[in-house]
């Protein structure tokens, strides 16, 4: 985990120079007086690799290795480069097209040894020497592509001739190259792992409460079939909303729709037992929020705070606009807990709440670890579970409204 938040934070270094980058290189470019040609000729050459980072931060694939490698060309300034997988060629630019279908071959010894290697024109040309009378092509740098530990692609440069330059180019150029492989693979690693955190939970939705809710609904039928079908049709929006896919990431408003279901629910089952109370800012309602966040937090403090009170108690669901950032709570005056048992759910050392620790994880992993959980309770005293979330946050983006 360490190493993954330390790979993440160079990928945000990187980022931010490459963004500094293009904003100095496109003054530069309304002014080109400005600087000397040192200076210029590192922000042409920041801008470029600034072009060459989006497709690859999908990783390495046929598709972005097409789109980012004539930008690699240009930082290399050579005749041609290729970008190979482990297997197959994913993309060629330049001259000497008559070699691509070697390319793999050339990358192999690198590929195999993790290290840097240089080829000269017979081991370009293999057992068929090329007929080409005037190729451009007669040497090649090989470097290897890597993620963590595994080398999982190559970079060449091809040329008339090898130059300790070129090698260090090309070697630095793979390493940035691979850094991007690396970012990407962590940016799926996440994916994979909200998205497991997601099944986790609603694999953790109560058969206590879909068999109260249809107990309670079937109590309405004889007595009040409008609303035992109103009920029902709550319960069907319930279910679909908490199975739906659309994403890691709602609305606010739509994620206080569904909490508007789950609570007509049990006020069914409950009555006058159970209150609610709504504090929402209408500001906030368009943030996007982690899917599946603010419901588990209801339903904790319905199962732990309220049904164990005698004569039940309020909840206090809020919002509120806080500048950059929307500041969401749940509260109850239900038993409370005790602080060092939510200290170990949080933690992971306990299981008494999975709805807890899972919400508090996957904020973390978006957007970092200051916009985790945090709860105030004591035994006896209520509970309030908070946190906040910035109203824009880099690829955090809402999915289709709820049905």
């Known amino acids: 985990m360490a190493q993954d938040a330390f790979r993440t934070a160079v990928g945000i270094a990187l980022l931010a120079v490459l963004v500094l980058a293009v904003l100095?290189?496109?003054?530069?470019?309304?002014?080109?007086?400005?600087?000397?040609?040192?200076?210029?000729?590192t922000f042409e050459t920041l801008h470029t690799a600034s072009l060459a980072a989006p497709p690859l931060r999908d990783g390495l694939t046929p598709e972005g290795a097409q789109r980012a490698i004539r930008h690699l060309r240009t930082l290399l300034?050579?005749?041609a480069v290729a970008l190979l997988d482990g297997t197959r060629l994913l993309a060629w630019d330049g001259e000497g097209v008559h070699h691509r279908d070697h390319a793999v071959r050339h990358a192999a010894g690198a590929i195999e040894s993790g290290r840097t290697s240089v080829l000269d024109a017979a081991q370009i040309d293999g057992d068929q020497a090329c007929d080409v009378l005037d190729c451009p092509l007669r040497s090649a740098v090989v470097a290897p592509l890597t993620s963590g530990e595994t080398v999982v692609g190559a970079l060449i440069a091809y040329g008339g001739s090898v130059s300790a330059a070129l090698v260090r180019a090309t070697g630095e150029v793979a390493t940035w190259v691979s850094t991007q492989i690396e970012l990407a693979e962590l940016d799926r690693s996440r994916t994979r792992a909200i998205e497991a955190e997601v099944r986790a939970l609603r694999a953790q939705i109560s058969p206590h409460f879909v068999y109260n809710s249809l107990a309670a609904i079937a109590s309405f039928v004889r007595t009040d079939p409008e609303r035992a079908r109103e009920l029902l049709l709550e319960f069907a929006d319930f279910t679909r909303y908490a199975f739906r896919r659309g994403g890691e990431f709602t609305t606010l408003a739509d994620e206080l729709r569904n909490i508007e279901r789950y609570l007509v629910l049990e006020q069914a089952r409950f009555g006058d037992r159970l209150r609610v109370r709504l504090r929402v800012a209408p500001e906030v309602l368009p943030v996007a929020v982690p899917y599946l966040s603010v419901q588990p937090l209801v339903?904790?403090?319905?199962?732990?705070?309220?049904?164990?009170?005698?004569?039940?108690g309020q909840i206090t669901l809020g919002a509120a606009d806080s500048g950059a950032e929307a500041l969401i709570w749940v509260e109850d005056d239900g038993v409370g807990a005790d602080p060092a048992l939510i200290g170990r759910i949080l933690a992971g050392e306990a299981g008494e709440s999975v709805g807890l620790g899972n919400v508090d994880a996957r904020l973390r992993q978006v957007f970092g670890d200051r916009f985790g959980l945090v709860v105030e309770t004591a035994e006896g005293a209520g509970t309030k579970v908070s946190f906040r979330v910035p109203k824009y946050a880099p690829g955090v983006h809402a999915g289709p409204p709820a049905p």
């Open 299 to 312: 339903e904790n403090a319905v199962r732990h705070g309220l049904m164990a009170k005698e004569g039940g």
């Open 77 to 79: 300034g050579t005749p």
């Open 24 to 41: 100095a290189f496109r003054r530069w470019r309304r002014n080109p007086d400005l600087g000397t040609p040192a200076e210029r000729a």
